[in-house]
């Protein structure tokens, strides 16, 4: 069985500060990575996009950045961070033969 | 460009009391719709799609949603729901040849006892 794991599940960080998070998927070869964005309260916004190693789509510009340095792991990242980037990021792998998006628990962000 | 609307932002129900939550969209050409189910400070977990076939398609616990090409809906219901089902639905779609989903906005479902 494939699973999805996030890490750190909540971050606290100060507006200027780096971040990066994480996302590994096991039980599934060259799957499809996603990077949701999450306002509280809000719908998802698709952030990027991932079909194989070192290959990296942006769907929306939001001073973040990510990385596919392995097959099974999906990384988010900025130098400098926003109030605006505070949120909930999830990210998830499709199985294309069922259509169906397998979502991560997700990461708290606060910026203070 | 694909657009979701879910018209409702919040929808309330007693336990045993059916639900319909709202979803239309609007886009052109071939796509995958689907419903997706957050509980709180969770991430988000699939309840069912459709893609061609019989319009009303079944999912997990009990949910059902109906497709219609002339309103551009997929509507989500359930027959009875249950408190355990208060949460946050979300509609989306995907072009069959896409790789952006975009999600609706959300309907907070709440069920009192």
């Known amino acids: 069985a494939q699973t999805i794991h996030q890490w750190p599940v909540a971050e606290i960080k100060a507006v200027g500060s780096p971040l990066s998070l994480g996302c590994t998927i096991k039980?599934?070869?060259?799957?499809?990575l996603y990077w949701y964005w999450q306002a509280t309260g809000g719908t998802l916004q698709q952030l990027f996009y991932?079909?194989?190693?070192?290959?990296v789509e942006s769907v929306v510009q939001l001073n973040l950045s990510a990385s596919r340095p392995k097959d099974d792991q999906f990384i988010l990242s900025t130098e400098k961070l926003l109030l605006s980037h505070s949120g909930f990021y999830l990210c998830?792998?499709?199985?294309?033969?069922?259509?169906?998006?397998?979502f991560g628990a997700g990461t708290r962000l606060s910026v203070l | 460009t694909q657009t979701v609307s879910q018209s409702d932002a919040h929808v309330t129900v007693f336990e045993g009391d059916s639900v319909e939550l709202r979803c239309n969209y609007s886009y052109g050409g071939s796509i995958y719709l689907s419903w997706y189910i957050q509980h709180h400070g969770h991430g988000l977990q699939f309840l069912l799609k459709?893609?061609?076939?019989?319009?009303v398609v079944q999912g997990v616990n009990g949910f059902e949603a109906e497709f219609s090409k002339s309103d551009s809906s997929f509507h989500l219901r359930k027959a009875s729901v249950h408190w355990s089902d208060s949460a946050v639905y979300f509609c989306a779609v995907r072009p069959s040849s896409g790789q952006k989903l975009v999600f609706g906005q959300g309907t907070i479902l709440k069920v009192y006892l």
């Open positions: 991932s079909i194989t190693v070192g290959q």
């Open positions: 039980g599934k070869s060259s799957p499809n």
């Open positions: 998830a792998w499709i199985d294309s033969s069922q259509n169906t998006l397998y």
């Open positions: 459709y893609y061609s076939g019989n319009p």
